[in-house]
RNA sequence: GGGCCGGUAGCUCAGGUGGUUAGAGCGCACGCCUGAUAAGCGUGAGGUCGAUGGUUCAACUCCAUCUCGGCCCA
């Protein structure tokens, strides 16, 4: 064919083409520029000049107010996702033109750093008691910086913009200060109790626990069933007593010998209870049952023989037992039984009293055991029967006092060190421990289960024992188990009204939680659900690393803040506030009472409480000296704008600065909360050292950038668990690429353009106006997303614009134009004003998510001049009346008709008819007249990147190529004639071609022309 | 064990007052281009919408149960 003819001299035209050109590399070498742009940024004091341009352009504040990691070990990738999403909304913020100030800041009391900072004293040889309390704090002061350095540059290489130089920590003295102050004010509002609660205590550490400070592992332990023998009933007796049900086994009945009443079946029997802390029967107070559950008489007929067991088991023939009915034949088979009847119905509320099992041992033990009804009681395990114990469970506690038993009256036989300690023990159990608490068997059962064993045994109130697995609380530290025990504690009241009439805090804190937003929505329940059914904060810890509590209290037990009238207390308050404002907390831990009273009240009697608070609670009030002390927010009124931590922070962070705000200033902190899930592997498991799943943030830096995980949290759905894995971060790695190119053509398609050469929206073709209506809708859906905190929405409309729109679809079409046009080709200049357009808001659009690669490409981009920082921008204002849906349909039909001539196309390349699409110029027939019309005014041949094209309105061929989605379109694939073009590679007509110029079209011949005259 | 939430192609995500063949991008396979080239273009194959049962003319979408997973609590 006439291919053959063609010259080949490509190289000659060259250089009179316009090939895109551009010092942005392909590759970003991200691991290695990464750390150059902070470094740049840090130079430039950017985060100040973002404040600056803010203040001067008179944005609206937005604020973010920052969770508190806590300050001890390294960042991880879920410390690292979580800033990185507040970075998000921050720059996504500030971007849509708002104010948004960041002040990162850090939660630095507390426990784990004690734990650690003890340890470390312990390696020099130094024991807890061995170190003085100021010196200790000054150690946790010192751990904490360290770790907050650390932590500090990890979140920095995340890209987290932020005023880094002034962030909040928890324990700065005025932070302390003002923790101080906001729990004095709590103090004051009336909503402060103080109560002798069962508390998880750890022996080991010498210290109350909170929730948050335990964790649950399986631990074995023994378990016993005792006997509680009846002491006495309520009915009168014997007449009208029930018959013992004679009937059901007469054989038993014999065995009663004299006994024919169930009055003297019942006071011959015992009530059988079933534990796992054997060491908590000395503090027995009370048996606890469920009126719900179905009780009976049972008699033992037979035991197991020795012989068959090789030991003698404990119950014998003629014993008699109160169990629940669901369980006897659990209980016999555990206690050996072989044999038993049972003898009548009972109703445990007709027992008026039991003995306690250790009655015989000691005086102290011979007063009356009652019977409770409690609904904590169930017969899917044990006897039905609860062994309760007053100091030493949460249900025991509540079921005493719901039965109208005091708080005072409860027996309290365990010290701090979990041994038993009270003047009135029998001698046997003096002094023995619970749980070890050092030596290499620290955290193993102590002396007290055995000794309480060997005891019950003999006085023959051990029915059986043996072992069994239980899944219990251990602290969070050490590792060792807790157990419960009454101790004197502060807790702030949630149904407690003010001392000035406001509600309740709970009724309070309900109320906020209406007025709060949640992202995603259906979070809110969960906050809500927990703050309804929370029980009293427990505020106080007998511990060294923490904010005090101040209070004095009062030769009456009470707190100053209720003691002394409310201006001799606000005198008190002044008095230690400014003590601690001044010289830090070791002004409240080196004072006696008489410092903050002498003067105002007799200090004789007084004493000063040396707890320190909750961390939760310092954190609770970081709204306060962080947004409030530094007049971000308004003192009294104000509210963040959001707060976004984890999910688990609607039992923590979200909750404590919810209580504080309310108890002091009846309302919620923050206006939105957005909670996000946590990191799972790719099989949705969560990442735990010994499964070996996790993922370092430094790991992700070093092999594929920071920027690679930004797109990750930013594609993922974060209301939900983040699945990530090597294969899930290459794909990001992907879509990286794909915009990173997207940028790279633009920046090398924009060499040397200027405004000077843009044309109006009216001037330019069609496809350009297609074009602009995509960039006005994806501005729309820009700004709502990212004012909606939707990221992933954002990165799939980014991708499949940059992927499709550009990629495929307008960059394609468009290098023609683009390459071989004139310069002064007003299609040429539309495209690159259009160009310049999608790079202006590419660039801004993806700053807030690739805030490295969109700084490098603003930087060589044209736009350079405009600021020292894409970062220092906003979205650029565009234009509504870019949308027109006429005009997109219109477009949408084309495209339509395109997939048909490249579906056709692909045919002709498989079987080798064509290579490239120049090389054909197909006849496309379309059935619909509006089809077709959406042609008008366009070179289809330049759509479909052929050398020509023919419209043709008809049926087409049968043996036309169609698609079945697309009916009434069909192209017979036509191959190109004529020669190509040296220039710009289409096929043409050579007669046609300027005598100048015989191997190129006439187009190129004038571009050609134009160029070398302006040369 | 309890509370809250979730389970749509290999991956990340769309979708719908319940109603024709469930979508996109990426990846994958195959092909093209060689003037975006460790790039670009095209075509194609992938889904019992976690499982089961129910309501309904009709369910991936509503209800129940189960299962798997996450957070919190015991």
């Not at 340890?119 to 040889?125: I, P, Q, V």
């Not at 004139?822 to 040429?828: K, L, N, Q, S």
Request: proline share 6%.
């Amino acid at each position: 064919m006439s291919n053959e003819t063609t010259t080949d001299a490509g190289n000659d035209y060259r250089d009179t083409l316009f090939l895109p050109k551009t010092d942005f590399p392909m590759r970003g070498g991200l691991p290695k520029a990464e750390p150059k742009w902070i470094e740049r940024w840090d130079e430039m004091r950017l985060y100040d000049r973002m404040r600056e341009d803010a203040k001067a352009r008179g944005a609206k504040p937005f604020i973010l107010h920052d969770g508190p990691p806590y300050a001890n070990g390294p960042i991880h990738l879920g410390t690292a996702m979580n800033k990185i999403l507040k970075d998000l909304v921050v720059r996504g913020h500030q971007m849509l033109g708002y104010d948004a100030s960041y002040i990162p800041g850090w939660d630095c009391h507390g426990l784990p750093i004690e734990w650690k900072v003890e340890e470390e004293f312990r390696a020099k040889g130094r024991g807890k008691d061995d170190v003085p309390g100021d010196e200790f704090r000054a150690a946790c002061r010192e751990y904490a910086a360290k770790w907050i350095e650390v932590q500090k540059q990890g979140f920095r290489r995340c890209g987290v913009e932020g005023d880094w130089d002034n962030p909040y920590l928890t324990m700065n003295f005025d932070s302390e200060a003002a923790t101080v102050r906001e729990f004095l004010s709590v103090a004051m509002s009336g909503r402060l109790v103080r109560g002798s609660k069962p508390i998880m205590w750890s022996p080991v550490e010498r210290t109350a626990l909170a929730e948050a400070e335990v964790e649950y592992h399986d631990r074995k332990v023994p378990v016993i069933w005792v006997k509680f023998p009846v002491k006495d009933v309520n009915f009168d007796l014997p007449d009208g007593m029930p018959s013992l049900d004679v009937d059901n086994d007469p054989e038993a009945l014999r065995m009663l010998v004299d006994t024919e009443h169930v009055y003297d079946a019942l006071m011959d029997a015992s009530v059988l209870i079933w534990t796992t802390t054997p060491w908590t029967i000395p503090a027995n107070q009370a048996v606890s049952f469920n009126p719900g559950i179905t009780y009976g008489l049972y008699v033992v007929k037979d035991v197991m023989s020795e012989e068959e067991l090789g030991f003698t088991p404990f119950a014998k023939p003629g014993d008699k037992f109160v169990i629940a009915d669901a369980l006897a034949s659990n209980v016999f088979e555990a206690a050996k039984v072989s044999d038993f009847a049972r003898l009548a119905d009972i109703d445990p509320s007709t027992i008026a009293s039991l003995s306690h099992p250790l009655n015989e041992l000691s005086d102290f033990y011979k007063h009356d055991i009652p019977m409770l009804a409690g609904d904590h009681v169930t017969d899917d395990a044990g006897t039905g029967f609860v062994h309760t114990a007053p100091a030493h469970g949460e249900d025991d506690f509540l079921v005493w006092i719901a039965n109208g038993y005091k708080a005072s009256d409860i027996r309290d036989i365990v010290n701090q060190d979990g041994v038993y300690e009270h003047d009135e023990l029998p001698e046997p159990l003096k002094g023995l421990d619970i749980i070890r608490t050092s030596g290499k068997k620290r955290g193993e059962q102590g002396k007290a289960n055995p000794e309480v064993m060997r005891l019950l045994t003999e006085a023959g109130n051990l029915l059986s024992r043996g072992v069994t697995m239980i899944r219990d609380a251990h602290s969070w530290r050490s590792k060792a188990p807790v157990i419960r025990r009454a101790t004197p504690q502060w807790f702030i009241a949630m149904d407690q009204a003010g001392s000035d009439g406001t509600a309740p805090l709970r009724d309070l804190a309900l109320k906020a939680l209406e007025d709060t937003a949640f992202v995603p929505p259906q979070l809110r329940n969960r906050i809500t659900s927990m703050v309804a059914d929370r029980p009293d904060w427990l505020i106080s810890r007998q511990r060294n690393w923490g904010v005090p509590i101040t209070l004095l209290v009062s030769p009456d037990g009470e707190p100053h803040t209720v003691a002394l009238p409310a201006d001799k207390a606000n005198e008190v308050n002044t008095r230690i506030l400014d003590a601690i404002a001044a010289e830090g907390v070791e002004a409240w831990f080196s004072a006696d009472a008489a410092t903050f009273l002498d003067g105002i009240e007799d200090p004789a009697g007084w004493e000063k409480v040396n707890d320190v608070l909750d961390v939760w609670f310092d954190s609770g009030t970081t709204h306060a000296f962080t947004l409030r002390d530094r007049g971000i927010i308004d003192e009294q009124t104000g509210q963040a704008d959001v707060y976004l931590e984890g999910s688990d922070q609607h039992r923590g962070w979200f909750q404590s600065s919810l209580l504080e705000n309310c108890a002091t200033r009846g309302m919620a902190p923050y206006k939105t909360v957005v909670t996000h899930g946590f990191i799972v592997d790719a099989d949705g498991k969560k990442m735990s050292k010994s499964l070996g799943n996790t993922v370092e943030p430094q790991q992700v830096a070093d092999q594929f950038g920071i920027e690679i995980l930004r797109l990750w949290t930013a594609s993922s759905d974060f209301t939900e668990d983040l699945r990530i894995s090597d294969d899930i971060l290459k794909t990001n790695a992907e879509s990286y690429r794909r915009l990173r190119n997207t940028l790279r053509y633009l920046l090398g398609a924009l060499e040397g353009y200027s405004e000077s050469e843009a044309v109006t929206r009216e001037e330019m073709p069609g496809l350009e106006k297609w074009v602009l209506h995509r960039l006005a809708e994806s501005d729309a859906l820009v700004r709502k997303s990212y004012a909606t905190f939707d990221y992933k929405r954002i990165m799939s409309a980014m991708l499949n614009f940059c992927g499709v729109d550009l990629s495929a679809i307008y960059f394609d079409i468009r290098k023609d134009s683009l390459y071989c046009d004139a310069p002064t080709d007003v299609r040429r200049r539309a495209t690159r004003t259009v160009m310049s357009l999608v790079l202006e808001r590419l660039l801004t659009w993806l700053a807030p998510i690739m805030p490295f690669t969109t700084e490098e490409a603003f930087l060589m981009s044209h736009f350079a001049d405009r600021a020292d920082s894409v970062h220092l921008l906003t979205f650029p204002e565009t234009s509504a009346s870019w949308l027109d849906a006429e005009l997109a349909s219109r477009w949408e039909k084309i495209f339509k008709v395109r997939r048909v001539v490249t579906g056709a196309l692909e045919i002709e390349r498989r079987e080798k008819r064509i290579g490239a699409s120049l090389e054909a110029a197909p006849e496309v027939y379309i059935e619909d007249a509006g089809l077709i019309a959406a042609f008008e005014g366009e070179s289809a041949a330049d759509l479909f990147i052929t050398s020509g094209a023919t419209l043709i309105h008809g049926t087409g061929p049968a043996d036309a190529y169609r698609l079945e989605d697309t009916t009434g379109v069909s192209v017979v694939p036509v191959k190109a004639s004529g020669i190509k073009c040296a220039r710009s590679w289409k096929y043409f007509d050579p007669a046609t071609a300027d005598p100048a110029y015989p191997d190129i079209t006439p187009r190129d011949a004038a571009a050609v022309k134009a160029i070398r005259s302006a040369a």
